[in-house]
């Protein structure tokens, strides 16, 4: 039998590689991993955490705000970027360290390298200039921003990487993009009191979320102050004499802002690694494509997270992680349960939801029935903030099985997360019912629903 330097070697210190790796050797496995730029990956060092922490950041705008009718007399605030950045900085600093101290304690070999593949056991280690080889690998290589070469002007824009180190805040933005990223970013950078404006090819954002979360959100922001055109899109960027950026849209008109941001999708890491040469099949974005349990083409290769353009999303990389943990290593092969995840978008109001659409139900069961409720809450009484909650559950007619629950609002998604084991144990709407209320909160809208607002048959939908 063929002995290797290592049971496993992971390429890729993200959410799944770390994840992998650090429980692989917990098993007593001989385990190395790559990562070519800082360990904790997109989520730790430029994406999900930092992203958090700019939303706390921006949105103590509106706490200020609203607490002058709860009696406080709050000074005129003042906000200051390169302190929040500096805090940021060290925090995921702190993070970074705690990741791959968590490798080497569980006794793996941390290398701070690019890894790429000569052959389906080899891996080339650029950094250090030598090759290791495995049994198992596992790529885990992530994704990065899209970017878009047609455009000209591209390369005077940033992505979802640079916001998150400018040097100064801009006066302005414009952002094009219609996912969470864009929209999330847009309430960040209007909560720290930089004019926005949101541009998007498509009718509404944040695409295959409920409509009524789509609408709502959208007409909350521009409440706000926040400008948003949609069937839009940027047809020119240029940079002027006084160093701002110009950016000719597709209605023929020009938005002049101090950075423009790109959030048009990611793409998966799989150019340059030798995978085609490995024998690794990859799909049209470049994704790697894997089977049920999470292996590729080539049997000792396998693959999980943003790499394989599954569900894009940290918990549930640690997730493909520790079901491939589970097939590889302990005899108990496991495939990940992407069914029924919940979610939310860091927005201002948030959004929290798991479950089927009222659109997606309507087109898969015959009656829908949808509870909804869309009120103030409390906590918008005093502080006089015009900003309403949504709460909406989508359940099967006949059977009263939960099957969507969406919400809008302050903690929303805190509430989600509930709501996701509850759909996940398939709890019908007499469940709810039956479930005492809590006083005073705004999630007890969830138990009180007792009427459907209104009902959908074959998606027609009708009184109650
Ligand atoms: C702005 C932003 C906000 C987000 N917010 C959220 C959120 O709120 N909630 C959520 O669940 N998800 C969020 N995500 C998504 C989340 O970050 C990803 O789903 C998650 O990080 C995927 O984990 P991964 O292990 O697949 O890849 P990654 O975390 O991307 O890790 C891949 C790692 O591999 C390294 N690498 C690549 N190629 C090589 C190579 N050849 N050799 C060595 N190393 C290599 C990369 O440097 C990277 O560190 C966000 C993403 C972004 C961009």
Redesign the pocket.
Known sequence: MATYDYDLFV???????VRAARVSAGLGKRVGI??????????V????VP??LFVYASQFSEHFEDAAGFGWDVPPATFDWPTLIANKDKEIARLEGLYRKGVEGAGGTAFA????LLDRHTIRLEGEDRTVTADQILI????R?SGHPALPGHEHCIS?NEAFHLAKLPKAILIEGGG??AV?FANIFHGLGVEVTLVYRGKEILGRFDQDLRSLLHEAMEKKGIRILCQTIQKQVTRRKDGRLESLLSDDQTIVADEIMLCLG?KP?TEG?GLEEAGVKMGDLGEIIVDEYSRSSVKNIWA????TNRI??????IHEAMCFVETAFRHNPTAPDHAVVA??V?SQPEIGTVGLTEEKAATRFNIVDVYRAHFRPMRNTLSGRDEKMLMKLVVDGKTGLILGAHILGPDAGEMAQLLGVILKAGLTKEDFDRTMAIHPTAAEELVTMYKPSYRLKNGERIAA
Do not use: H
């Open positions: 390429i890729g210190g993200g959410s799944g590689g790559a990562e070519e730029y800082r360990f904790g990956g997109t989520c060092i430029r994406g999900c992203k958090k390298s690019r890894a790429t885990a290589t992530g994704g921003p979802s969470y990223i999330e990611r890491n690694m999980v997270g943003d790499v894009q999303l940290t918990p549930v990389a979610t939310a860091f």
